[in-house]
């Protein structure tokens, strides 16, 4: 049968739009592939802020080995969380799924490098923590990798919606409930009741010794999570002492007492002696156990005999670690006063050489243990700033807390 020209055109027409078609959809296949962008070793920190009804949660997300250039996180809630707002992260949720994703000036992470983003929500009935987390499609936290979905990827583009353009809040809201992990207690403070700029209520400022340049006050720029926290402007030189102390009766806490506290400094720690908590001890003449630095790392010193945890050795130093600045730090310890042990964890982590295990270790508590029967009673705690000679810093305290058990981080 002969065919007419007009036909063969027809035809022609048809089969390069059906390849056109064939190649958009082979394009558009391409492109809808996910590409793992977090490589393993990402971390997804969920640190909430809970009281009866409701609560806001810091999401801290740290890039894996490699950068990330634009992020998604997921993670699953275990009770019936609700999300109401957020910020630094446009935030979905179905079910108990929440996703959430960059804005457009925190989306470029750095090997290793974190951003922190928030959210706000509300529960009925259970707040069981979140399990699940991942960064663009990689388990974090330790998470083994999950099993690859076996159906194949959609082959048409996902809806144009034009996303909203009203930016997420960059602050997170004022809250009222505690911090969070705070258990059971005696005191768990993250500043947010205080309403001046003076340390007021269930804190005072405390010049130890004389009154010089250093000062104490309620910051409401600077804050770990929420819009508070305290700030010590410390100077060098002794009668610049400044701290502000817990007003709290904490008799109730008996011999065994854990703390957990959040700080940030600006200035690394001198080599010579500074303090920046201390806690009276009515054992010891109500001299006082003071944490701060020496060498340029943490350490522990009795006022009463200059002993010091770990011993100024250059191996007992290294046993320690410096405090980092420009970034929140967790401090947790634990004295227990009828052993005469002291026990210290920086983000969580045990430090060798800021331990008293009741057995002397060269470089570590030989000193320290010189004294038979050392049983501490703490009676206070303060947080402040205590130069000997040289040494001025900028510091804030946030989230703290005092308890007869752990509370961690």
Do not use: K
């Amino acid at each position: 049968m002969r065919v007419s020209a007009p036909y063969r055109r027809v035809s022609l027409v048809v089969a390069l739009v059906t390849a056109l078609a064939a190649s958009i959809v082979a394009v558009v296949s391409l492109t809808l592939v996910p590409s793992a962008q977090a490589a393993a070793g990402c971390l997804v920190g969920y640190q909430a802020n809970q009281w009866t009804g409701g609560f806001t949660a810091a999401v801290r997300v740290t890039a894996g080995d490699t950068a990330v250039n634009g992020w998604t996180v997921t993670w699953t809630y275990g009770g019936d969380q609700r999300i109401t707002s957020s910020w630094n992260a446009e935030v979905s949720q179905s079910g108990t799924a929440v996703t959430a994703r960059n804005i457009a000036w925190n989306g470029s992470l750095p090997a290793g490098g974190s951003t922190e983003f928030g959210v706000q929500g509300t529960y009925a009935s259970s707040a069981a923590a979140p399990t699940g987390f991942t960064l663009n499609g990689v388990p974090c936290n330790g998470a083994g990798p999950t099993t690859p979905p076996t159906t194949a990827p959609p082959t048409t583009p996902p809806p144009t919606t034009v996303p909203p353009t009203t930016p997420p809040p960059t602050t997170p809201p004022p809250t009222t409930g505690p911090p969070a992990g705070c258990g059971s207690a005696a005191l768990c403070d993250g500043f947010e009741n205080q309403t001046g700029s003076a340390p007021s209520g269930d804190w005072s400022v405390n010049y130890p010794d004389c009154q010089g340049t250093g000062t104490a006050s309620i910051d409401t720029t600077v804050a770990r999570q929420g819009t508070r926290s305290v700030r010590i402007n410390g100077t060098a030189g002794y009668c610049n002492h400044v701290f502000v102390r817990s007003s709290r009766d904490l008799s109730g806490l008996g011999a065994v007492r854990y703390a957990r506290l959040w700080v940030r400094h600006t200035t690394a720690l001198p080599t010579q002696h500074v303090t920046f908590l201390a806690m009276r001890d009515a054992n010891d003449g109500n001299r006082d156990l003071r944490m701060g630095g020496q060498n340029g790392a943490l350490q522990w010193n009795r006022a009463s005999d200059d002993a010091t945890l770990p011993e100024q050795s250059p191996n007992g130093v290294a046993l320690s670690l410096p405090l980092p600045v420009n970034r929140w730090t967790c401090v947790e310890f634990m004295v227990d006063g009828t052993q005469g042990r002291l026990s210290t964890w920086v983000d969580g982590s045990a430090v060798t050489g800021l331990t008293a295990d009741g057995t002397p270790t060269h470089d570590v508590d030989g000193q320290w243990l010189n004294r038979a029967n050392w049983r501490p009673n703490l009676t206070d705690l303060r947080l402040g700033w205590e130069s000997y000679g040289e040494g001025a810093d900028t510091l804030w305290f946030d989230d703290v807390a005092l308890g007869s058990t752990r509370i961690g981080c």
